[in-house]
Structures are given as structure tokens and as C-alpha cells.
């Protein structure tokens, strides 16, 4: 556990402050961890992964395994950044509430005023017809955990299926991946949630979730 890192990438419109507690956790579980903040609405995806991510990786400690944790649109960053790029010693990844699929809400909501002002480029590519499209399948060792309880019925009412308020759990399947786990968590707030942080420990540490 000495020569593992852990890489969290927070989602749109968010700090590394929302992952402060998986931080302390991931810390407690022996990982060296890497809380990597950016400014997610005021640049693109492909701008965001080609700047964030060498960002985080200039902090791994020669010689570590490098294992990802990411909320929403992080898992993206993640995707479109190894997409172009391969990373040296990648381990695990858990993404969280991730669109992988896209989400119906941005393709409703993008045309409406104030959209890009609060969501950005990036925001504005997180569609069903979006840069997703375009990633392809995982190659690399993925759990995703989706979120089925929503504190925003409105937008809820915008998504076909069961959902975390933000993105339908169907969205974040993608091809590829080892594991997916359903569970009763907000988009906001399940990296929060100590039943989440639970579950991703244990996929880092064995590649799969404790059903």
C-alpha cells in the first residue's frame, strides 16, 4: 500500500471540497492520495483532460500504481485523456455517477438560458450526442457505481429509468467494464456517502464490490 496512488477527479461545477471526504478516507485506507482541483466551466473537455490530467500525474511518486476515483464529469476527463494517452502503472478505476452514455437532462436543458453560463463548454458536451460518443469502450480495469435516488424531482422527470437526478443508471454503463453497482445515493452527494466510499476502497483494493 506504500507505493499506491489514488487520483480524484471531482465533477462539473465542483472543488476538490466535494471530495474531501473520499480524500481522508482513501488516506486512511493507506493510499497516497491526490485530491486534484480544477476549473471545470470555463474550458472544454479535451482541454480540460490535456491540462488536469498531467497535472495530477506530475505528483505520482516514481514507481507507484496509480489507481482513479472520479465523480461525473471527471470520469470523462479520465476517458478522453487515455483515449490519447496511456498511463504508466494504471491500476483500478472507480467512476461515480459517470455519463458515459451521455445525459438527457443537458440534452433538454443546453438550449435554455443561463445552461452555459452555469455548466460551461464542457457542460454543453455532456449529451447523448456528445464527446462520449466518441471515446469508446474501457481498456483499463473499471468499477462504476450509479446512483438511483434523486433530490431533484424536476430534473428526474427529464430521464427515462432509474436515476441519480443528473444521469439515468443506464448512462453510466460502458463497454469494457469489470463491475457496476446500483446504489440508493444522489448525483450531488454520492461520493459523500460512506456505503459509496466502501465500496470503492474495496474495488481498489480487489477489483470488484462487495455485494
Known sequence: MKRETVILLHGLARSEKSMWKMARAM????FYVINQGYDSRHHDVASLARHVLPQALHQVKPGHRVHFVTHSLGGILLRQYLKHHPIENLGRVVMLGPPNQGSQVVDKLK???GFYHLNGPAGMELGTDGVVTRL???NFELGVIAGSRSINPV???LLPGANDGKVTVASTRLKGMKAHLTLPVSHPFMM???????????FLLFGRFDK
Open 192 to 202: 459523500r456517502s460512506p456505503q459509496v466510499i466502501a465500496q470503492v476502497i474495496h
Open 27 to 30: 488516506g486512511k485506507a493507506g
Open 155 to 157: 430534473l428526474s422527470m
Open 111 to 113: 438550449k435554455m438560458p
Open 136 to 138: 469508446g469502450r474501457a
